[in-house]
């Protein structure tokens, strides 16, 4: 039930009901903490942002935005987790102008969803990666960003792309390899 509710008030949010972006977000704010939580790495306790000004930030993406279409729940937490990302990387970038070229925040990749690493990676360098492997295979960018950063299932991320189950478990192994060599590191899946 609680998934229909979510995608009735994401078409009354469509449809320009200002009050169902606030009867929505009681309802997904559990899901979006674990994903906030999933991208913020507390480095004694310096992190870029906390998970619920991360969760802020995105509502504040959102607010006034009737323009968006989510067909459905999987499509708004993509959305979600390509926003959430996009406003660490502008917190990273942000932070390391403040210090003159310093180190860039690092955070580590969701070993979650399989992309287990022995280190953590620069979140920067992170963003390169997947800008490179979006320029080389959007589909594989795009898997990456639905099954780490949205926490998404391989058969979710399928519907949501609307591919077989197949064709995202290539894309997913074949995004896996290319972010490892590009980030200095080996699978271990």
């Known amino acids: 039930m609680e998934t229909h509710q979510i995608t009735e008030l994401l078409a009354d949010w469509k449809r320009g009901d200002p009050e169902a972006l606030e009867q929505l977000i009681p309802l997904v704010v559990d899901d ?7 991208y913020v790495h507390r480095d004694g306790g310096d992190a870029t942002l ?20 989510f067909p459905d729940r999987d499509h708004f937490f993509s959305f979600a987790a390509t926003t959430m990302r996009n406003i660490l990387v502008d917190y990273a970038r942000a932070g390391r102008t403040a210090k003159r070229g310093g180190d860039g ?12 690493m022995e280190r953590e990676i620069d979140l920067l360098a992170l963003d ?60 271990d899946r």
């Open 50 to 69: 906390q998970p619920t000004a991360l969760i802020n930030e995105l509502y504040l993406h959102l607010h006034g935005r009737h323009q968006l279409s």
């Open 105 to 116: 925040q690092r955070v580590p990749l969701l070993e979650a969803a399989g992309l287990a």
């Open 128 to 187: 390169e990666a997947l800008s490179e492997l979006a320029e080389l295979d959007e589909r594989q960018a795009r898997i990456v960003e639905l099954r780490a950063f949205a926490g998404l299932e391989i058969r979710e991320t399928a519907e949501v792309l609307r591919v077989s189950e197949a064709t995202v478990s290539r894309g997913w192994a074949l995004a896996k390899a290319f972010l490892y060599r590009r980030l200095g590191s080996r699978p």
């Open 32 to 38: 979006l903490r674990r994903l906030a939580r999933s």
